[in-house]
């Protein structure tokens, strides 16, 4: 698919059909994500791919005990019924003080890829600066050694849910030359 | 250009030729870049466009004088010889506690986008999480707002170089599934 039409066409999903994605698709969404920046090309990244209902379960769980009072309208049960669930981890020995930047670049490319394979999927943060133990909760139900970070959590199937356009703020409003 | 080409040909640019990049150019990425999600759709995103010699040199010098031990093979003078910078800023208030993933969301789009388009850039970080000095730096050499978070750095112009290409990790090293 085109590149700009990846871009404008994404949206975040959160409701799935209930048809499975193969391992083949999943492997080409993480070969891309290999192809992401990282700080001196540590490659650290590592992704656990989740398809059984008792460890989605427990991450929707554990994302909405850790959820912040202003985002409640987000709950994220729907995790529960995705077909699967990638989880991108870093490790830290290999990002040099980076690994939420190394993560996320990856993460990116997984959802833009998703989107060019008709694949429907929603960014979800797996670490709370100021609150270590919504990583530790994810950490110890997907057997995450201490020295890996887990930053991002994609779920990922086909789109059962056809978001109305988002109104995009206009360019004049945040563009600035030379100056803010 | 398609999708997993541009994901699979970009790399990291430090080395730029003259030829300038037009303004057009600079909001086709901008443009493509409102399109990455942000926490609960807050739409946070402020663009710097940095062409004038005195502001690229100081956010060289800047990043120079912040660079851990460890990177000192990454020095940060190229940055005065690219045609222009982008520095993307996340408003705090409409980012609600997620300004990091907000701001390199939209900043991964920006350099695929600069790829899709025949330009090359590099991923560099505008804040360091134990020094707050480096974003404050940047936040007075562009007349940033303390309300708002410079979070990357973006280079951007026409390759004068053409990486060899990278040794990527093995897919069945960095995949797990289920368990880690």
């Known amino acids: 698919m085109e590149f700009s039409n990846v871009v404008t066409g994404r949206r975040s999903i959160r409701k799935y059909r209930e048809q499975s994605v ?25 992704f656990v791919i989740v398809r059984n209902g008792k460890s989605k379960a427990a991450l929707a769980a554990i994302k909405n005990k850790f959820c912040p009072p202003e985002k409640q309208a987000y709950q994220a049960d729907f995790l529960g019924t995705a077909p699967l669930i990638i989880v991108v981890c870093v490790e830290k020995s290999r990002s040099f003080g ?7 670049l990856a993460a990116s490319i997984i959802m833009l890829a998703a989107q060019s394979r008709g694949l429907g999927s929603v960014y979800m943060s797996a670490y709370l600066t100021e609150e270590p133990k919504l990583s530790d909760a994810i950490r110890e139900e997907l057997g995450i050694p201490e020295t890996f970070a887990p930053v991002s959590i994609l779920p990922l199937g086909y789109a059962d849910e056809n978001p109305t356009p988002k109104d995009l703020r206009p360019l004049r409003e945040i563009i600035h030359f030379e100056q803010f």
Chains 1, 2 share one sequence.
């Open 22 to 46: 193969p391992d083949s698709e999943v492997e080409i969404l993480i070969d891309l994500a290999r192809h992401a920046p990282s700080s001196m090309n540590g490659q650290p990244w590592h």
């Open 98 to 104: 980076r690994e939420i930047e190394n993560g996320i």
